[in-house]
């Protein structure tokens, strides 16, 4: 059963803004707010690759290719993650998929992607 549902991808001008979502029906609040969650993408033939993670403790991380224009945040009560993409440009393009780590149930878990594609 799918535990991560991704929303919010498509094709988007350079420049242009989009907005993912990642919601994780099936997690009890209190999991996933003691869950690290992240977003990661994978381009056409290249490795799947850290985009942004936002832990429990509310620190967050970025690429150094996404700082500055893209920003990951999260509602727990809602079960919610977000990652707000500004300033798109091509080399963003890819599928980003929703990733929730959960150290004390030992739990690594992936939505099924979303393509995003950055061209005129």
């Known amino acids: 059963q799918v535990q991560l549902v991704e929303s919010g991808g498509g094709l988007v001008q350079p420049g242009g803004s989009l907005r993912l979502s990642c919601k994780a029906p099936?997690?009890?609040?209190?999991?996933?707010?003691?869950?690290?969650m992240g977003w990661y993408r994978q381009a056409s033939g290249k490795e799947r690759e850290l985009v942004a993670e936002?832990?429990?403790?509310?620190?967050?991380n970025y690429a150094e290719s996404v700082e500055g224009r893209f920003t990951i945040s999260r509602d727990n009560s809602r079960k919610m993650v977000y990652l707000q993409m500004n300033s798109l440009q091509p080399e963003d393009t890819a599928v980003y998929y929703c990733?929730?780590?959960?150290?004390?149930?030992?739990?690594?878990?992936w939505g099924q992607g979303t393509q995003v594609t950055v061209s005129s």
């Open positions: 936002s832990t429990p403790e509310g620190t967050r």
């Open positions: 099936r997690y009890i609040t209190s999991t996933f707010s003691s869950s690290t």
């Open positions: 990733n929730a780590r959960t150290a004390w149930l030992n739990k690594n878990e």
